[in-house]
T-cell receptor, first 117, second 114 residues
Framework: AQTVTQSQPEMSVQEAETVTLSCTYD???????LFWYKQPPSRQMILVIR??????QNATENRFSVNFQKAAKSFSLKISDSQLGDAAMYFC??????????????FGKGTRLSVIA | DAEITQSPRHKITETGRQVTLACHQT?????MFWYRQDLGHGLRLIHY???????NKGEVSDGYSVSRSNTEDLPLTLESAASSQTSVYFC?????????????FGSGTQLSVL
């Protein structure tokens, strides 16, 4: 079974600075999908960014980008120009491509990010 | 607008009672999921369904059951609530027409078992 590891339970960053959240995963599959979700104090789950393993180019969404290292099975999230609204719990997630992608997401334990004004 | 709703938002119950958490989505998604969120454990999959009359066990299914009689609803039942089932429960749905499609989440139910 696939596993997702987020080794940083908590992180903090100064406003306007850059922070990187780490995520590693274990899989024997060659094709899969990776996601970062954000959960602010409201408990809402918000998709931040997603990456297909077959794409070598790292995904970017405005201030959010990933560093996808397939050989190392690493999928880190970089947040640039951090804002107070970025304070949240961040979850890394993996989906297998089996059954045409119709499989549940496997989540990491999360990283709680604090932004210091 | 289409949405996914969970009820109740908060629930307090006693050990041994049967509890049902509701999940209703108007996206017409075939795929629905129940996760529980606990500090230090992230989100763990309880049960999921790929369509009417289909249900599957997840990683932490013991003590929980689901049934899918229509596309819109996937209620989660705790047969005999235990203190270890105190958690935040999230329902989610997706069409999964493509593998990178996102999951739509409800706002969660905070369940306390005393």
């Amino acid at each position: 079974a696939q596993t997702v590891t987020q080794s940083q339970p908590e992180m903090s960053v100064q406003e306007a600075e850059t922070v990187t959240l780490s995520c590693t995963y274990d899989t024997s599959e060659s094709d899969y999908y990776l996601f970062w979700y954000k959960q602010p104090p409201s408990r809402q789950m918000i998709l931040v960014i997603r990456q297909e393993a077959y794409k070598q180019q790292n995904a970017t969404e405005n201030r959010f980008s990933v560093n996808f290292q397939k050989a190392a099975k690493s999928f880190s999230l970089k947040i640039s120009d951090s804002q107070l609204g970025d304070a949240a719990m961040y979850f890394c997630a993996y989906r297998s491509p089996r059954n045409s992608g119709n499989t549940p997401l496997v989540f990491g334990k999360g990283t709680r990010l604090s932004v210091i004004a | 607008d289409a949405e996914i709703t969970q009820s109740p938002r908060h629930k307090i119950t006693e050990t041994g009672r049967q509890v049902t958490l509701a999940c209703h989505q108007t996206w017409n998604h075939n795929n629905m999921f129940w996760y529980r969120q606990d500090l230090g454990h992230g989100l763990r999959l309880i049960h999921y369904s790929y369509g009417v009359q289909d249900t599957n066990k997840g990683e932490v299914s013991d003590g929980y059951s689901v049934s899918r009689s229509n596309t819109e609803d996937l209620p989660l039942t705790l047969e005999s609530a235990a203190s270890s089932q105190t958690s935040v429960y999230f329902c989610a749905s997706s069409a999964f027409r493509t593998a990178n499609e996102k999951l739509f989440f409800g706002s969660g139910t905070q369940l306390s078992v005393l």
